[in-house]
């Protein structure tokens, strides 16, 4: 009998994505980029790159059945990543954001979600089927902003999903373009890192929304005795384990073009090491998924060709 797989879940938003220099737009037409982003995409992409065979990647979202959705699944699938857990019976195209780069080589953010399908993914009939095919999973995956764009009926369940599986992280992305009241956001985040094993925390999300001043701050309020505190504080990552003691990691950053999935690059392919070989100590995870970060924000965009991943024992 052969053994079934094991079965990582990604859950998100993917939008499309403008880009471009939009300097002498006052004047003139702009050369745009069109391509697709979303935290967790980017995560369930170096995830499935690194993963050995017997792990299925999938990336669980919602979409309509307009062309760009399409092409999104298209996308997905072409980084084997399996499709199954897509909703696809929305009533509009996916979210879009744009980033604009100005004179001065400044990037500005704007955003066009607010009829995305994504934001009832787990509503109604078909998201009860749609939880009731993730529940259970062996690595479950979500983020500050999947929280977010969804209403607290929606959350209670994304909490019970990632509480049932065997392994379940989340990235803390706060945003406060997302999270509008403080307060309610401190608390949703306190309830998710008590029900997640792995925590993800860049230390200026979390300054922003709790207000600390010092990285060690951070593992008063997330570090427990069942969970992974990884954050990420300059050139620097800190981590504590349950109740291990805090150690400290220096991890330099070399040439930067671009940071915009430095975090969710390092945090798929930490759960595909991590996934791959059980006894791969944290320190030696930590490093080769920041070489991994390091040649990522070389390159311009999100994704990197698959020719430039480097090449990794695990």
Request: with cysteine; hydrophobic share 35%; proline share 2%.
């Amino acid at each position: 009998m052969m053994n079934k797989n094991k079965k990582a879940v990604f859950i998100g938003e993917c939008m499309i994505e403008l880009s471009g220099s939009i300097a002498n737009l006052s004047k003139t037409s702009a050369l745009i980029n069109i391509n697709f982003g979303g935290d967790t995409y980017n995560s369930a992409v170096y995830f499935s790159r690194l993963s050995s065979n017997k792990t299925t990647t999938f990336y669980s979202t919602a979409l309509g059945k307009d062309s760009f959705s399409e092409q999104m699944v298209s996308r997905f699938k072409s980084e084997n990543i399996n499709c199954d857990y897509i909703r696809r019976d929305g009533n509009h195209p996916p979210g879009l954001y744009s980033i604009a780069t100005d004179e001065k080589g400044e990037r500005n953010f704007s955003y066009w979600r607010n009829e995305s399908p994504s934001k009832l993914i787990f509503s109604g009939l078909k998201g009860r089927e749609l939880i009731d095919n993730i529940l259970n999973s062996d690595i479950l995956y979500y983020s500050g902003i999947t929280a977010s764009i969804i209403d607290k009926t929606q959350q209670i369940e994304l909490i019970k999903l990632g509480r049932s599986a065997s392994i379940s992280a989340f990235d803390f992305n706060y945003r406060d373009k997302l999270h509008f009241n403080k307060k309610e956001s401190q608390l949703l985040f306190k309830d998710i890192n008590n029900n997640v094993n792995i925590h993800f925390i860049s230390y200026d999300d979390a300054k922003e929304l709790f207000d600390i001043n010092n990285p060690n701050e951070i593992f008063e309020i997330a570090s427990n005795n069942k969970n992974l505190v990884i954050l990420r504080y300059k050139n620097k990552i800190l981590y504590k384990k349950k109740n291990e003691e805090l150690k400290t990691i220096t991890v330099p950053h070399g040439e930067v073009v671009d940071t915009t999935a430095a975090g969710d690059a390092f945090n798929g392919s930490f759960l595909a090491l991590m996934n791959n070989n059980k006894n791969i100590s944290i320190e030696e995870n930590i490093l080769i998924s920041h070489s991994i970060t390091r040649e990522v924000i070389k390159h311009k965009g999100a994704i990197i060709p698959k020719e430039f991943m480097p090449k990794i024992l695990n």
